[in-house]
């Protein structure tokens, strides 16, 4: 079956640094979603990718879909302690099954 | 607009025991799909239900069971608690069938004792 494979799983980043965390799947996917959760909280929906090499922006995040669909990733620049949660890319499949990967907690330091 | 809405938000059970979870979607969404989070497994998707039908399912025991009514509310069922059911439990839900992205709710926190 599909899997989504997350890495890192931890980032200790100090503030006003950049990070990226790098997401693969071992399958072709119809489009790939981000997600971000808070301490305590749940899931938000960041954002979709769906074309091949497509590129969004939010602010001071940068979302990138692979050209062959199987890969994405999460670059933020100029961390802040906001940015402070755990960040999941979850792959959407022919089947409409969505699978997460294991996710990448963010840590900053003031 | 409401969001997705999840009760109980906190649940204590015995091992042996059956619980059932409530789910109730954003107006006008249609997916509903529910998700196991712990700590050592993440997000562990359990089942997926459009239109009352139960579209995917994940690699869950049938302990765990599922339904969605024809106001897009599910419920999902747990039967013979184990103490590795403590978890907590999202739902989500889509506009049609979640390629759009899924608005979860706060969850259903379950402890088996």
């Known amino acids: 079956g599909q899997q989504v494979m997350q890495i890192p799983q931890y980032q200790h980043v100090q503030e006003g640094e950049d990070f990226t965390t790098y997401c693969n799947s071992s399958?072709?996917?119809?489009?790939i979603q981000w997600y971000k959760q808070r301490p305590g909280g749940h899931p938000v929906f960041l954002i979709q990718?769906?074309?091949?090499?497509e590129v969004k922006k939010q602010k001071r995040l940068t979302f990138q879909f692979g050209e062959a669909k199987k890969n994405s990733s999460l670059h933020i620049t100029a961390t802040q302690t906001t940015d402070v949660g755990t960040y999941f890319c979850?792959?959407?499949?022919?089947?409409?099954?969505?699978?997460f990967g294991a996710g990448t907690t963010v840590t900053v330091r003031a | 607009k409401a969001g997705v809405t999840q009760t109980p938000r906190y649940l204590i059970k015995t091992r042996g025991q059956q619980v059932t979870l409530s789910c109730s979607p954003i107006?006008?969404?249609?997916?509903v799909s529910w998700y196991q989070q712990t700590p050592g497994q993440g997000l562990q998707f359990l089942f997926e239900?459009?239109?009352?039908?139960?579209?995917n399912k994940g690699n869950f025991p049938g302990r765990f069971s599922g339904r969605q009514f024809s106001n897009s509310r599910s419920e999902m069922n747990v039967s013979t608690l184990e103490l590795g059911d403590s978890a907590l439990y999202l739902c989500?839900?889509?506009?049609?069938?979640?390629?759009?992205?899924?608005?979860f709710g706060s969850g259903t926190r379950l402890t088996v004792v």
């Open positions: 239900y459009f239109s009352e039908t139960q579209r």
């Open positions: 107006s006008g969404h249609r997916s």
């Open positions: 989500a839900s889509s506009l049609v069938q979640g390629d759009t992205g899924y608005t």
């Open positions: 399958t072709t996917l119809s489009n």
């Open positions: 990718l769906v074309k091949s090499g």
């Open positions: 979850a792959g959407f499949s022919n089947d409409y099954k969505l699978s």
